[in-house]
């Protein structure tokens, strides 16, 4: 089994930034990606950035510029800098972990108002 804890949720102002956390734990032999998923009440989770064991990293056009997806493979955590946030990042973001399957973690709630 493996476990992912987020953490870094919160409420910002419009432009303002905030870094989200998921560290992962347990059986995480073969780790093939990490990254993050966001979901709005009503609409279909959607994935924002994306990292692989070998470095690559991908994201939604929404966030390009704006976000940056890491990762500290020693602790075996990832991170999501997210910069010059907007009312329409609001959402329950959701880390993931690619091993033979798919992992979620619980979820952390970002909201952008003023």
């Known amino acids: 089994q493996v476990q992912l804890v987020e953490s870094g949720g919160g409420l910002v102002q419009p432009g303002g930034s905030l870094r989200l956390s998921c560290a992962a734990s347990g059986s995480i032999f073969s780790m093939k990606a990490m990254g993050w998923h966001r979901q709005v009440p009503g609409k279909q989770r959607e994935l924002v950035a994306g990292i692989t064991s070998g470095g690559s990293t991908n994201y939604a056009d929404s966030v390009k510029g704006r976000f940056t997806i890491s990762r500290d493979s020693a602790k075996n955590t990832v991170y999501l800098q997210m910069n010059s946030l907007k009312p329409e990042d609001t959402a329950v973001y959701y880390c993931?972990?690619?091993?033979?399957?798919?992992?979620w973690g619980q979820g952390t709630q970002v909201t952008v108002s003023s």
């Open positions: 993931y972990a690619v091993l033979t399957k798919t992992y």
